[in-house]
């Protein structure tokens, strides 16, 4: 990690202190072209979800100040643990196969929370509740990530 997020992380006491840093970072739409290739959110090639890659390094994230659902997963995960707290990525994909989502979820009184990018939200019944609310009409695969990428759960087909 880079020394400057390292000190941002650092002051990080409160999950409210992880979502005010969140809101710093903007979440970027569509196609962006600054190295950008959009196979890497293909659900084909969520396995290269990985800590060691560019698009997955929270310093980065935190430097350029825009990301997509991956980069802000990584980002809260890695805020989230300088308050104590032990959070996963949590990645689904619809049916269509053609819209991926990832989440940074953790274990709040009793069920479970998220950030979905820069907004959090409570009151999951499982784990798995938080990515699969974003497929009303069903998801299609799911994985559950720890802070290292190391794949624990996947469902789905």
Same mark, same amino acid.
Request: contains cysteine.
């Given at each position: 990690m880079s020394d400057e997020l390292r000190g941002v992380a650092e002051e990080v006491q409160t999950i409210d202190d992880v979502?005010?840093?969140?809101?710093?970072?903007?979440?970027?739409? =569509?196609?962006?072209?600054?190295?950008?290739?959009?196979?890497? +959110?293909?659900?084909?090639n969520w396995w290269k979800l990985r800590i060691s890659?560019?698009?997955?390094?929270?310093?980065?994230?935190?430097?350029?100040k825009k990301g997509f659902c991956r980069?802000?997963?990584?980002?809260?995960?890695?805020?989230?643990? +300088?308050? =104590?707290?032990?959070? +996963? $990525?949590?990645? =689904?994909?619809?049916?269509?196969?053609?819209?991926?989502?990832?989440?940074c979820s953790f274990p709040w009184q009793g069920k479970?929370?998220? +950030?979905?990018?820069n907004a959090l939200s409570f009151e999951h019944p499982t784990l798995e509740a938080t990515i699969? $609310?974003?497929?009303?009409?069903?998801?299609?695969c799911g994985w559950i990530y720890d802070l290292e990428g190391k794949l624990i759960k996947t469902w789905g087909k």
């Open positions: 979502e005010v840093l969140l809101q710093q970072v903007r979440y970027v739409e =569509g196609v962006w072209h600054e190295g950008f290739n959009l196979n890497w +959110f293909l659900p084909s890659t560019l698009w997955d390094d929270p310093s980065w994230t935190w430097k350029v980069h802000f997963a990584w980002l809260a995960c890695y805020l989230l643990t +300088f308050a =104590g707290v032990e959070s +996963f $990525i949590v990645v =689904g994909t619809g049916q269509d196969l053609m819209y991926s989502h990832a989440v479970w929370a998220q +950030f979905s990018n699969e $609310i974003y497929y009303p009409e069903g998801l299609e």
